[in-house]
């Protein structure tokens, strides 16, 4: 039997309702796992019970983590959060840590989980650590816009046997302050940390990139995706 991952869904605030890009899904899938949506909601007892169910969780990507997350206030308009996906997220999170569940986080994944793991963000890379690097790319998003320097003692390394990756950009926050929980695997040219993981569980990963974009035309993509979908086994 595939293995069943949990997607944390979308929301369109516009339209009051959730939704999926399909690259997450299709990326599970190809990697031989079912991938399933959970609905938006805080109940712990539901979310407990989905989390159960399933042999991994993937947060996705989206909107901004709320600053209350990690003990700072808004720097203004350049946020734009959803506390409520906050406060799903963040049971999801502790459930599957606490059942030692497989977790990836994409995008907006990594800065979650690092928040909920009592580290900090740059809520607006611009405003507050300006970059020469492209981290907020254009059309199309599979396109690598900058490299990786990836950590030779990090489960990354051991998975993709490179000490360098070109990676796909497209984010305005970034991790500032690692949690302590969390290990560094991959930096970018300008310190921007880009990919973590949970060394005292099985599988805990978060990149800053997305293969979700990627996986179908570049092969180190796919491989994040087997190694998440493999650790379940």
Excluded at 159 to 169: A, D, T
């Amino acid at each position: 039997m595939k293995p069943l991952v949990g997607v944390m869904p979308l929301w369109d605030d516009e339209r009051k309702s959730i939704w999926m890009l399909p690259g997450y899904m299709d990326g599970i899938a190809q990697a031989g796992a079912t991938p399933v949506i959970f609905p938006f909601s805080c109940d712990r007892e539901e979310l407990a019970r989905l989390v159960r169910m399933c042999d991994g969780i993937l947060f996705t990507g989206g909107q901004d983590v709320s600053p209350e997350l990690y003990q700072e206030t808004s720097i203004g308009n350049l946020v734009s959060c959803c506390r409520k996906r906050d406060e799903m997220e963040t049971i999801v999170l502790q459930e599957a840590l606490k059942n030692d569940k497989s977790v990836l986080g994409i995008c907006r994944g990594i800065q979650f989980i690092n928040a909920a793991l009592g580290g900090t963000l740059y809520q607006d890379i611009p405003t507050q650590c300006p970059s020469e690097i492209e981290h907020h790319q254009k059309p199309p998003y599979h396109v690598p816009v900058h490299s990786v320097k990836i950590a030779v003692d990090s489960p990354l390394y051991t998975c993709l046997q490179v000490g360098e990756l070109q990676v796909n950009s497209y984010h305005h926050q970034a991790v500032k302050t690692v949690s302590s929980a969390l290990k560094v695997m991959a930096v970018s040219p300008d310190g921007i940390v880009e990919a973590v993981h949970k060394p005292d569980q099985h599988f805990v990963w978060a990149v800053q990139w997305h293969p979700e974009f990627s996986y179908q035309t570049d092969d180190n993509s796919r491989k994040i995706f087997h190694a998440f979908i493999q650790s379940m086994g």
